[in-house]
């Protein structure tokens, strides 16, 4: 009996080893269309915005220093709004107008502006702390005006939006005599002008010592700072407030200003990130931000002393994922969270388009197997016709029959052994034909030795 070919007996495999690569194609596709997706969301910004406060103040100079920053490392385009403070400023983190803003903390519950925000989602996320900022009444020189006085006077401070007209509602509270009082809002720039000329009686500024409108008010002698009274009852009351002093002589040693040591509050400024900022360019403002030589370029002294504890202490906001990634590089994931966040429909509809594709592949398959001649067909009639031969003989005549017999025999195993090498282990746990044929091939083998054993009796009979 001639051996089969293992090739004619698998026409859907030839078919499928000389068809294009599919497998190969999708897997192509797939990765393609993977790493396309991780650019498109982790893809930078066209231009860098910062809300930086207003003009004049430690804010602008800040986010002015932020920026040049992010030009030279990431070399974007860098746009520094003039605001008019903390609450504008997480007002367009909360609108997604700009990308980064500073803050002053407790600003929103202080001025509690409920149709400012729009959701229950926090307005914004928090990046790092940068610095102090000081509650810094002023006066004019000549004036006699304190904090605690009676009289009806004028107070006056930065736009409603800012961080120094909540620390002068703050401030208000706390002397309990705001019915006197009239707060009218001052432009940084306008401010020496409106104290020298008498039109207000005290300024309230809320920033770090390094503001230029702080030095020009007290070193060129149009004003003095005034006595927070009070101060450490201020200081307890308020979560976000800290008992400071400012040493005198710090704006100026001869003569001495402030000339004494100067108690007051403070609390730290923050930098915030909107929550739609890509996670990349929150880590790259964080690693400006812990540069020791852009503390040291902007007075970051509080920072450069406290490091990561003081950066991420009592923040308002949750803290982002691109700052704790900074902060805390043990628990950065693998996968860029921007990336996982963003493809997520996009994962749920790959999944079930490989499971749809899997399925119509294994239809398919199983469809053109069916529609062709089985693997075990041609054996299984090879195998009929054997045991239809060896119906004709009855294993009792001469030794040629007898012969006949075993080469019949001989010829089932062949058979057996060829359609079972073209069967992996899988394929004989999973298709029944293979069980039925095998199981054809014994009977039919038990058959031919049943009459080979009488035809070896008969032989047997005969010679005795």
Same mark, same amino acid.
């Given at each position: 009996?001639?051996?089969?070919?293992? !090739?004619?007996?698998?026409?859907? /495999?030839?078919?499928?080893?000389?068809?294009?690569?599919?497998?190969?194609?999708?897997?192509? #596709?797939?990765?393609?269309?993977?790493?396309?997706?991780? %650019?498109?969301?982790?893809?930078?910004?066209?231009?860098?915005?910062?809300? $930086?406060?207003?003009?004049?103040? *430690?804010?602008?100079?800040?986010?002015? $220093?932020?920026?040049?920053?992010?030009?030279?490392?990431?070399?974007?385009?860098?746009?520094?709004?003039?605001?008019?403070?903390?609450?504008?400023?997480?007002?367009?983190?909360?609108?997604?107008?700009?990308?980064?803003?500073?803050?002053?903390?407790?600003?929103?519950?202080?001025?509690?502006?409920?149709?400012?925000?729009?959701?229950?989602?926090?307005?914004?996320?928090?990046?790092?702390?940068?610095?102090?900022?000081?509650?810094?009444?002023?006066?004019?020189?000549?004036?006699?005006?304190? &904090?605690?006085?009676?009289?009806?006077?004028?107070?006056?401070?930065?736009?409603?939006?800012? $961080?120094?007209?909540?620390?002068?509602?703050?401030? &208000?509270?706390?002397?309990?005599?705001?019915?006197?009082?009239?707060?009218?809002?001052?432009?940084?720039?306008?401010?020496?002008?409106?104290?020298?000329?008498?039109?207000?009686? +005290?300024? +309230?500024?809320?920033? $770090?010592?390094?503001?230029?409108?702080?030095?020009?008010?007290?070193?060129?002698?149009?004003?003095?700072?005034?006595?927070?009274?009070?101060?450490?009852?201020?200081?307890?009351?308020?979560?976000?407030?800290? /008992?400071? #002093?400012?040493?005198?002589?710090?704006?100026? +040693?001869?003569?001495?200003?402030?000339?004494?040591?100067?108690?007051?509050?403070?609390?730290?400024?923050?930098?915030?990130?909107?929550?739609?900022?890509?996670?990349?360019?929150?880590?790259?403002?964080?690693?400006?931000?812990? !540069?020791?030589?852009?503390?040291?370029?902007?007075?970051?002294?509080?920072?450069?002393?406290?490091?990561?504890?003081?950066?991420?202490? /009592?923040?308002?906001?949750?803290?982002?994922?691109?700052?704790?990634?900074?902060?805390?590089?043990? &628990?950065?994931?693998?996968?860029?969270?921007?990336?996982?966040?963003?493809?997520?429909?996009? *994962?749920?509809?790959?999944?079930?388009?490989?499971?749809? #594709? %899997?399925?119509?592949?294994?239809? %398919?398959?199983?469809?053109? +197997?069916?529609?062709?001649?089985?693997?075990?067909?041609?054996?299984?009639?090879? &195998?009929?016709?054997?045991?239809?031969?060896?119906?004709? #003989?009855?294993?009792?005549?001469?030794?040629?029959?007898?012969?006949?017999?075993?080469?019949?025999? !001989?010829?089932?195993?062949?058979?057996?052994?060829?359609?079972?090498?073209?069967?992996?282990?899988?394929?004989?746990?999973?298709?029944?034909?293979?069980?039925?044929?095998?199981?054809?091939?014994?009977?039919?083998?038990?058959?031919?030795?049943?009459?080979?054993?009488?035809?070896?009796?008969?032989?047997? /009979?005969?010679?005795?």
């Amino acid at each position: 009996m001639s051996r089969t070919n293992p !090739d004619d007996a698998q026409p859907w /495999r030839t078919t499928w080893k000389r068809s294009p690569p599919g497998y190969a194609i999708i897997i192509i #596709v797939l990765t393609a269309s993977i790493f396309f997706a991780y %650019w498109w969301t982790t893809e930078l910004p066209a231009v860098v915005r910062i809300a $930086g406060g207003p003009a004049n103040g *430690r804010y602008a100079a800040l986010a002015n $220093g932020l920026a040049q920053e992010l030009r030279t490392r990431l070399a974007v385009e860098v746009v520094v709004t003039e605001t008019a403070g903390s609450l504008e400023n997480l007002n367009q983190l909360e609108t997604n107008q700009v990308h980064f803003g500073l803050y002053q903390p407790e600003t929103r519950e202080i001025l509690a502006e409920p149709n400012i925000f729009r959701g229950e989602e926090e307005p914004a996320a928090f990046v790092s702390n940068l610095y102090p900022e000081f509650l810094l009444p002023v006066a004019a020189n000549d004036s006699s005006a304190a &904090l605690n006085r009676i009289d009806k006077r004028i107070w006056c401070c930065n736009d409603h939006l800012s $961080g120094d007209f909540a620390m002068t509602q703050l401030l &208000l509270r706390h002397i309990s005599d705001d019915r006197t009082i009239n707060v009218e809002h001052v432009p940084y720039a306008d401010l020496p002008e409106q104290i020298a000329d008498g039109n207000v009686d +005290i300024g +309230i500024i809320c920033c $770090g010592l390094r503001a230029p409108v702080v030095k020009e008010l007290l070193t060129a002698s149009r004003a003095r700072l005034v006595d927070v009274p009070f101060v450490d009852a201020l200081a307890r009351r308020n979560s976000s407030l800290s /008992r400071d #002093v400012v040493p005198a002589g710090y704006f100026q +040693i001869a003569p001495a200003i402030p000339p004494e040591d100067f108690h007051t509050v403070s609390l730290d400024a923050q930098l915030l990130a909107g929550n739609g900022t890509p996670v990349g360019l929150v880590e790259e403002v964080t690693r400006i931000v812990t !540069d020791a030589r852009f503390q040291r370029r902007h007075g970051l002294n509080r920072l450069i002393e406290g490091g990561a504890t003081y950066a991420t202490q /009592r923040p308002e906001f949750e803290l982002h994922a691109g700052a704790s990634h900074i902060f805390y590089p043990d &628990l950065k994931p693998f996968i860029n969270p921007d990336f996982v966040e963003g493809t997520e429909g996009i *994962r749920s509809f790959v999944v079930s388009l490989l499971a749809a #594709v %899997w399925l119509l592949h294994r239809w %398919w398959t199983k469809r053109l +197997i069916r529609s062709q001649e089985h693997r075990l067909d041609r054996y299984i009639r090879q &195998l009929l016709e054997l045991e239809r031969q060896q119906m004709e #003989v009855d294993g009792e005549g001469n030794t040629e029959e007898s012969q006949r017999l075993q080469t019949m025999l !001989d010829n089932v195993t062949v058979l057996r052994q060829e359609a079972l090498s073209e069967f992996t282990s899988h394929e004989l746990n999973e298709d029944r034909a293979v069980d039925c044929f095998l199981e054809m091939c014994h009977a039919l083998s038990d058959k031919i030795n049943a009459k080979l054993t009488r035809h070896s009796l008969n032989a047997l /009979r005969q010679g005795l």
